[in-house]
């Protein structure tokens, strides 16, 4: 049991921080942060990173990952963080990517797998269905063979980013027989198919990210498909314990909380600072102490994934506590902001109350609910530990 | 990185666990708490055999000289087989104050004894108006010559009725709540003016009350130097408190084990309890809860040498607080009416845990604490 850090990973995360450093990170946030610049300022920050070379660490090296082991990942991703630099939009280079180099056609390696490391193309996830949410297999949306191309008609929900994307993939029914896992099928996309049309879905704070995606009569190559037809239900599970994992969050938590410590030191009542407040202090250090153990929870995953285990369902446990904490962090936050927690940004002539952080605080919470029902509720969460971890 | 277990720390988890299994039952352990002393002078020579009773005490005192993790994993079994023995009064606060704090002749003439499990000890801290801050102390030890004389009393001493040899924090300079002027003598229980009142916990263990009127000590008989012994009784219970935690970890990974167990075979509506999703997301809370505590005492093993080491300490002694007292609960509701009784092992691992909690500071204490070191007052 050792948790120190060898000479070459101290090196390494010198590496890292000196890199964050000198990025330009100040530029990239002000566009990211607008709704009509976020796209280019996410793109621009991610070939910032490809050209680092830094983009993809857990992709297979001859496609151009790092071979960084677990320690490493963990030193990155903290000094990202502390450095307050944007994560990546993980649909290609975290979610897709994995899918097409691990069950994809040597030509759909080589067409598509450059494209995303360069941030060439913007992906987008099409699971979810109106019908088909934590009942995934329940999906609908139908691709019939015509040819060599296969025609899709249906419909996707929660798609978030499909008003920037490129290319979306899909689970989608090829077949009705059997169990409803069986005749799932995983196709890719190019958005600018005809029949497609995107409509946006505007959130509980005011933001547009999510969509639905129609589709009509779409043609989509055979050569798009990964792998198997009905195979689909497969490859998409192997990669969800890997997102589940991503989920939990723990450096942002980190400084998330460090924020509010900072915003409890500065906001006062009765000439005291609610740093000071005794209710607050106990809300803080609870959510500090759950903090402080998920940190080591994903160490213990890590260390366990270096030794060649997992990640298995235990994933789900990062899952759940990881949104819990970051949901407490923002409720914390919103009770913080007390009044001004509620006023609309938007609607100030100035922009500039006297007070930063409300209205991000409010933001926060309200799309904040989101955490605990994306990537598997937690109550489906809660299902598969139950089932795979405890037997029950 | 790595959580791997040593090779003796899997050999030292591997006996406790094979002996807890093979001769040390419910029913035996019901037997010893039964006995005057709350324990058995004969299995406690086993241990001493086994060569637990060495594993933290330092190698130049003749012990097995083993890190946190080391008693961690023992205490743990100790934990899963509710095992009711001094463990932590005798060895860990006893045997960790001598071996940090007693001149070296003191130190074989007790330790020597302790390791062969032929001496009992105890530490004498906590006072009625003090709770869990240990540099609050009323009792005061006044110089005469080379001699100091005690006055005051101490409370629930833990393994106080049954200890040969008692460590006492007494004041000899200073005001009430400083922690310097706190001095730490040795004093044997036979001692003319120390006067023993005895009684029992709810986990079955006896402790007492000590008072000493006008008893009179030797300065041979100081750990550390005069005055100086708050230090060493905070990091000797800080040890303490890592090794304490293991064992309720083990309590909670039982419960929550017996637990699942249970479900899967009480039926009721024709079919087994566990199929029910509420109770199985239950215990799915209670599962999460035993490896975020495992994570808090891997943490504080890992960084008991940094300066991450206090504040791993506290969250990690609120959340054996809180979680162990969460999964106490759930355990006794699952079990249905069998939870609530005397029979059933689940209630007496329950007040295990509760006593847990009231030991070394509580859950609320050492979130207070966390709150010190996170936030400015």
Known sequence: MDISFSAEELAFRDQVREFFDQAPLEDVKVLIAQESTHKKGTVQWQKHLAAQGWIAPNWPIEHGGNGWSPTQMYIYENERVAAGAPDIVPFGVKMVAPVIYTFGSEEQKQRFLPRIYASDDWWCQGYSEPGAGSDLAALKTSAHLDGDSYIVNGSKIWTTGAHHADWIFCLVRTSNEGKPQQGISFLLIDMTSPGISVNPIHSINGVHSLNEVYFENVRVPVANRIGEENMGWTYAKALLAHERTAIAGVADSKRGLEQLRQYAMQETQSGRTMAQDAVFRSRFCTIEMELMALEYTELRVLAAQANGQGPGAESSLLKIKGTEIQQAIQELALDLAGGYGSIIGDSLATGDIGHEFGDQARHDFMYGRASTIYGGSNEIQKNITAKHVLGL | ?377
Not at chain 2, 242 to 265: P, V
Not at chain 2, 273 to 284: A, D, E, G, T
């Open chain 2, 1 to 377: 990185m790595h959580f791997n277990l040593s090779e003796e720390q899997a050999m030292l988890q591997d006996s406790a666990a094979r002996f807890i299994g093979q001769q040390y039952s419910f029913e035996a352990r019901q037997r010893h708490v039964a006995l005057p002393e709350g324990f058995d002078r004969a299995t406690w020579e086993k241990f001493a055999e086994l060569g637990w009773l060495s594993v933290p005490i330092s190698e130049v005192s003749g012990g097995f000289g083993g890190s946190a993790a080391d008693t961690m994993v023992v205490m743990e079994e100790f934990g899963k087989g509710l095992v009711a023995a001094p463990y932590i009064a005798t060895v860990l606060l006893f045997g960790g104050l001598i071996d940090g704090g007693a001149p070296p002749g003191a130190k074989n003439s007790l330790l020597e004894p302790l390791l062969a499990g032929q001496l009992q000890g105890a530490f004498a801290y906590q006072e009625r108006q003090s709770r869990y801050d240990m540099a609050d102390i009323k009792t005061t030890a006044v110089r005469e010559g080379d001699r100091f004389v005690l006055n005051g009393e101490k409370t629930l001493v833990l393994n106080g009725a049954t200890a040969d040899q008692v460590v006492v924090s007494a004041r000899t300079s200073g005001n009430q709540f400083d922690a310097s002027g706190i001095t730490l003598f040795v004093i044997d229980a036979n001692t003319p003016g120390l006067h023993k009142t005895a009684y029992r916990l709810m986990d079955g263990q006896l402790v007492a009350n000590i008072a000493f009127n006008n008893l009179s000590v030797a300065d041979s008989r100081i750990l550390c130097e005069e005055g100086d012994g708050y230090w060493l009784m905070k990091q000797v219970v800080n040890n303490t408190i890592l090794a304490l935690s293991a064992e309720g970890l083990g309590i909670m990974e039982k419960l929550t084990q017996t637990t699942r167990e249970y479900t899967k075979a009480r039926k009721q509506f024709g079919v087994p309890i566990s199929s029910f999703q509420v109770l199985q997301h239950r215990m799915v809370d209670m599962f999460m809860a035993c490896e975020q505590t495992r994570s808090l005492l891997y943490r504080a093993v890992c960084s008991a040498e940094s300066v991450d080491a206090e504040r791993s300490l506290n969250a990690l002694k609120t959340m054996i607080g809180r979680e162990g007292r969460a999964i106490g609960k759930e355990a006794i509701q699952l079990h249905g009416g069998m939870g609530i009784t005397d029979e059933l092992d689940v209630g007496h691992y329950v007040k295990r845990l509760l006593v847990i909690n009231t030991l070394f500071g509580d859950a609320d204490y050492h979130l207070q604490k966390l709150a010190q070191s996170s936030l400015p007052e």
